[in-house]
Nanobody
Framework: VQLQACGGGLVQAGDSLRLSCAAS????????MGWFRQAPGKEREFVAA????????YYADSVKGRFTISRDNAKNTVYLQMNSLKPEDTAVYYC??????????????????WGQGTQVTVSS
């Protein structure tokens, strides 16, 4: 499956952004979808995941209550709504697809397909 992420940008602390990731090539609903991020000089980290039909979600503690992951299987798209952004949210954000079944996994190593990344910069 091919993934194309977009929606990043430069915002101020407290602002909101919505990232989108469009998928093509395979049956989108076969995949658990996740968002990861990587800040300069840091390792890639898990942000959020959503189950195949959107009924279950899981978040990193650092974004819980501020970010919302969702998906629209009719549009082959997964979203990440980011509210109350903080400077520490600055990173390149990646969407990823995992055909691991129903479990929402947080390790990037199990996700088979990755988008190209979109930059989010939050100024203080």
């Amino acid at each position: 499956v091919q993934l194309q992420a977009c929606g990043g940008g430069l915002v101020q602390a407290g602002d909101s952004l919505r990232l989108s990731c469009a998928a093509s090539g395979r049956t989108f609903s076969n995949y658990v979808m996740g968002w990861f991020r990587q800040a300069p000089g840091k390792e890639r980290e898990f942000v959020a995941a959503v189950s195949r039909y959107g009924s279950n979600t899981y978040y990193a503690d650092s974004v819980k209550g501020r970010f919302t992951i969702s998906r629209d299987n009719a549009k082959n798209t997964v979203y990440l709504q980011m509210n109350s952004l903080k400077p520490e949210d600055t990173a390149v954000y990646y969407c990823a697809a995992d055909r691991g079944g129903s479990v929402l996994r947080t390790s990037g190593f199990v996700y088979e397909y990755w988008g190209q990344g979109t930059q989010v910069t939050v100024s203080s």
